[in-house]
């Protein structure tokens, strides 16, 4: 290979494109021209050129000098790029493009993108909640059964996998009832509760404080295992 042509070719650089405008242009509403003239301009003012006019732009494209300027102004209008006032050393104002809304664009993109993603993880967990209580109980839930849940997961903010745990604990305590559950919810929201593990450790504690074998009972073992009566005061 030709070292002078790997060297200029390294010289003229390179315009590293982010994975994310890739993916995200078409949802911002762009097409492949409005993506190539970002580009182009991107490249411009990479090599120190911050203002190229729509003829600059024009000759590294397959469009017109006249549709280069309409892209233009679509992008200053998509609030993806904006012209800007720089200062030289010397005093000299100058225009600039500037690219700063078109990463704030893909900003607003991904975290729209996450917040979505989030809301669908949340509506999957509720849905699931419900087909797990349902479950358990062996039966479709009431109405009053589904306000309760409702009432745990919006008004007291309870997290569908804290929920969970409290039905388990109730299960395993053989005392399969909403006002069970509530009772084991508002005992770990008023102590911190806020993990499984921190759950399954509150629940350990407070059963180890409620058995107290004496020890006769110590010496034949136990067939049943001992569990905290939430319900009590």
């Given at each position: 290979m030709d070292k002078k042509?790997?060297?200029?070719?390294?010289?003229?650089?390179?315009?590293?494109?982010?994975?994310l405008l890739l993916s995200k242009y078409k949802q911002m509403g762009l097409d492949e021209k409005d993506l190539m003239l970002l580009l182009n301009i991107m490249s411009?003012?990479?090599?120190?050129?911050?203002?190229?006019?729509?003829?600059?732009?024009?000759?590294?494209?397959?469009?017109?000098?006249?549709?280069?300027?309409?892209?233009?102004?679509?992008l200053i209008q998509k609030q993806v790029l904006s012209i800007e006032d720089g200062v030289t050393g010397d005093g000299i104002h100058f225009e600039k493009y500037s690219l700063t809304p078109l990463w704030e664009?893909?900003?607003?993109?991904?975290?729209?993108?996450?917040?979505?993603?989030?809301?669908?993880?949340?509506?999957?967990?509720?849905?699931?909640?419900?087909?797990?209580?349902?479950?358990e109980f062996g039966r479709p839930l009431s109405p009053m059964e589904c306000e309760n849940l409702a009432m745990w997961l919006d008004d007291d903010g309870q997290d569908p996998v804290i929920i969970k745990a409290a039905l388990r604990e109730a299960v395993l305590a053989g005392k399969l009832s909403f006002r069970y559950i509530d009772r084991i919810l508002f005992n770990w929201k008023r102590n911190g509760v806020r993990t499984v593990e921190q759950a399954r450790k509150h629940g350990i504690q407070f059963r180890q404080k409620s058995h107290h074998p004496d020890r006769k009972t110590a010496e034949s073992p136990s067939k049943t295992i001992p569990f905290y009566n939430w319900l009590e005061p």
């Open positions: 042509l790997v060297v200029s070719w390294m010289e003229a650089g390179m315009v590293q494109v982010p994975n411009f003012i990479q090599s120190g050129k911050e203002f190229p006019t729509p003829e600059e732009l024009a000759e590294r494209m397959t469009i017109s000098s006249t549709e280069c300027s309409g892209i233009l102004r679509k664009r893909l900003a607003d993109e991904l975290s729209l993108e996450k917040k979505v993603k989030k809301i669908q993880q949340t509506l999957q967990d509720e849905n699931d909640l419900y087909t797990v209580f349902e479950q």
